[in-house]
C-alpha cells in the first residue's frame, strides 16, 4: 500500500508497506503525468524492507501519479495503490512544439509542431486562444503584414506554402512551390522559401502579391535560413539534413532579384545546428548549436561559450546589459557578458528552457519542457511558462 505523498520543497517523499513474499526480486517505483502515454519506472529497490524512496526529479506539471511494482521470482507482478500529487497552480499547455514564435505586441506564444499542429496561446489569461491541424507535415514559419492584415506563412511537405489569418489562424490562401518546403521568410512583400528540389535551386523568391516566381537560388535543400536583422534582404542559412552541417549566405535586391552568394568555408569543423539559431542585438554575430558556438555574420567562427559540460537549448539577449542568456538540459539559464564571454550567473528553473523570449515588461519569457529535453523537440509532458530576471 503506497501511503499520501509528502512534498518537501521540489522534491516528493514515496513510502509504502513492506510486501512479505519470499519470491521477491524488487520493488519498481514509477511515475506518469498526465501527457505520458505510459507509466516510467524512475528508481528499483532491491531489498524488500526498504520501503521509501524520495523524487528529485518531480515534473513541473500539475499531476504526477505514482505507483510501486513489486517484481517476483516466478514472473509475477504485485501493484500498490496510484497515489496522485497535485498542483494546481502549475498551468501547462499539451503540446511538443519543434518550434516557438513570439508576438510581443498582443503577448502572444506561436506553437508549431512538426505533425502540423499550431497553437496561439495568450500570456494574459495563460490559455489557448485558438489552434489548427493543418493536416500536413510542417516547417518553419514567419509572419509579416499584408493588406493590413497580419499573415502567417507555413511550410508543408506537400509542396505548398499555406497562408493564414494570424489573429483567426484561417487560411486566407495558398502558394505552390512545387517540393516539400521546409522554411519560409517573409520580407518587403517577398516570400523566400526552401524547398527540397536539390538539383532545381531550391531556395525560391515568390511574389506575396501575384503569387509568381521572382528568383531562385541555393545550395542545399530543405534548410533552415533567417533574414540578417536591419537587412532587406540577407539570409544566414543552416542545413537541417545534410551532414556534416553546412552553412551559406545569400543577399537579394528590394525586388527579389538575387544578388550574392558566400559558402562555408569550415564544412563541419565548428559547431552547427539549425534548431538553435539566434543573431546578436547589433546582427554582427550569431549563436548556434549546443555549444553555443559564435560565429561573425561573414560565417566565420569566433568561439564556444564556457559551458562545462551543460548542453545549451536555446539563447536570447539582453542588448541593454549587454547579456547572453543561455537556457539548458539541466534546469538553468546561464548567463554570460556580450563581449569576453565571461560567466556571469546561473539561474535556476523549474522546468527545462526551450525558448527564451526577451519581455518588454522586463526579464525574459522563458518557454519551458515538463519532461527532458531531447536533441529535436520537447518531451510529450507538455510546456510551462516560466519568468526569470
Not at 567562427?301 to 546589459?321: I, V
Request: with cysteine; charged share 15%.
Amino acid at each position: 500500500m503506497l501511503s499520501e505523498v509528502k512534498a518537501a520543497g521540489d522534491s516528493v517523499k514515496l513510502q509504502w508497506t513492506r510486501l512479505d513474499n519470499s519470491n521477491f526480486v524488487n520493488y519498481s517505483v514509477t511515475r506518469r503525468t498526465l501527457d505520458d502515454t505510459y507509466a516510467t519506472s524512475i528508481h528499483r529497490q532491491f531489498n524488500n524492507s526498504a520501503v521509501a524512496f524520495v523524487d528529485n526529479t518531480v515534473p513541473y506539471t500539475a499531476t504526477v501519479d505514482y505507483q510501486v511494482v513489486a517484481q517476483l521470482t516466478n514472473g509475477q507482478t504485485v501493484y500498490s495503490n496510484i497515489v496522485s500529487y497535485q498542483r494546481p497552480n502549475i498551468r501547462t499547455v499539451a503540446v511538443a512544439p519543434f518550434d516557438v514564435q513570439f508576438q510581443p505586441t498582443g503577448r502572444l506564444l506561436y506553437f508549431f509542431e512538426q505533425s502540423g499542429k499550431i497553437l496561439k496561446y495568450d500570456l494574459a489569461s495563460e490559455r489557448v486562444l485558438t489552434s489548427l491541424a493543418t493536416g500536413a507535415t510542417i516547417g518553419y514559419s514567419d509572419f509579416a503584414t499584408y493588406g493590413g492584415h497580419e499573415e502567417l506563412y507555413v511550410p508543408r511537405n506537400d509542396g505548398w506554402v499555406f497562408i493564414y489569418d494570424a489573429a483567426t489562424l484561417t487560411k486566407i490562401d495558398q502558394l505552390s512551390v512545387g517540393s516539400a518546403a521546409s522554411c519560409v521568410v517573409a520580407n518587403n512583400g517577398l516570400l523566400f522559401v526552401s524547398n527540397s528540389a536539390w538539383t532545381n535551386r531550391p531556395l525560391k523568391v515568390y511574389n506575396r502579391a501575384t503569387k509568381q516566381l521572382v528568383a531562385e537560388t541555393g545550395d542545399f535543400d530543405r534548410t533552415r535560413f533567417k533574414r540578417i536583422p536591419n537587412t532587406n534582404t540577407e539570409l544566414l542559412e543552416i542545413t537541417l539534413n545534410i551532414g556534416p552541417t553546412d552553412q551559406n549566405y545569400y543577399s537579394f535586391g528590394p525586388t527579389g532579384t538575387f544578388q550574392g552568394f558566400s559558402n562555408d568555408t569550415y564544412h563541419g569543423d565548428h559547431p552547427l545546428d539549425a534548431t538553435i539559431f539566434e543573431f546578436f542585438p547589433g546582427a554582427d554575430r550569431y549563436i548556434t548549436s549546443t555549444y553555443g558556438a559564435i560565429y561573425r555574420r561573414n560565417m566565420i567562427y569566433e568561439t564556444t561559450l564556457p559551458r562545462g559540460n551543460k548542453e545549451f537549448t536555446t539563447f536570447g539577449f539582453d542588448a541593454g546589459a549587454q547579456l547572453i542568456y543561455a537556457g539548458t538540459r539541466t534546469r538553468s539559464v546561464e548567463v554570460y557578458t556580450m563581449n569576453g564571454y565571461s560567466h556571469s550567473r546561473t539561474i535556476p528553473t523549474k522546468a527545462y528552457p526551450y525558448r527564451l523570449f526577451k519581455d518588454p515588461n522586463g526579464g525574459f519569457i522563458c518557454v519551458s519542457s515538463v519532461g527532458a529535453l531531447g536533441p529535436y523537440a520537447p518531451a510529450a509532458a507538455g510546456i510551462t511558462i516560466e519568468y526569470i530576471k
